[in-house]
T-cell receptor, first 114, second 106 residues
């Protein structure tokens, strides 16, 4: 019973490049959340998705960031033209349903922008 | 959206002392969840509280949900070095509090 999987675990990008972060939810989970965590800080909500739908993207920066959760395959968080300030840990979580169900977190992707 | 505030931001205790972190919301919550994140790790679900005034225990951890469902607390009795980490609460829209970072001196 695999947990939430994220890859890559570590990603290094130069300024201006694109970063693609992948998240495979737990089996049977159709709700995915993305969070960003800066060193020594809390979890900042970014986006909440169900299969093929963005439910809440109020935490996503308006530019350069996008997320999807296609019918088949993992959820993708995409950051275009990365800047140094994008360096952070990005966690994905999945749940059985929204709101009242606990979230299971993946190990995170540590993004470093040089 | 709702905001959940957590205090204190940091807590340093001697092993064996008790520890409490508090979570407060400006609006009524339908439920509250608690998570623990070890240094360098990812958040791990601890518990969910749903009912007004609810109290749940997990070994040395006691979780409470306020009568008005606007606040919650996590209390650890006789801390151990394995309790080190950051404890987060999350409201029903999955916005997390800033967390309380606990360090334990052996």
């Amino acid at each position: 019973n695999a947990g939430v999987m994220q890859n890559p675990r570590h990603l290094v990008r130069r300024r201006g490049q694109e970063a693609r972060l992948r998240c495979s939810p737990m089996k049977g989970h159709s709700h995915v959340y993305w969070y960003r965590q800066l060193p020594e800080e809390g979890l900042k909500f970014m986006v909440y998705l169900q299969k093929e739908n963005i439910i809440d993207e109020s935490g996503m920066p308006k530019e350069r960031f996008s997320a999807e959760f296609p019918k088949e395959g993992p959820s993708i968080l995409r950051i275009q033209q990365v800047v140094r300030g994008d360096s952070a840990a990005y966690f994905c979580a999945s749940s059985l349903s929204g709101g009242r169900y606990e979230q299971y977190f993946g190990p995170g992707t540590r993004l470093t922008v040089t | 959206g709702q905001q959940v505030m957590q205090i204190p931001q940091y807590q340093h205790v001697q092993e064996g002392e008790d520890f409490t972190t508090y979570c407060n919301s400006s609006t009524t919550l339908s439920n509250i969840q608690w998570y623990k994140q070890r240094p360098g790790g990812h958040p791990v679900f601890l518990i969910q509280l749903v009912k007004s005034g609810e109290v749940k225990k997990q070994k040395r951890l006691t979780f409470q949900f306020g009568e008005a469902k606007k606040n919650s607390s996590l209390h650890i009795t006789a801390t151990q070095t394995t309790d080190v980490g950051t404890y987060f609460c999350a409201g029903n829209d999955m916005r997390f509090g800033a967390g309380t970072r606990l360090t334990v001196k052996p």
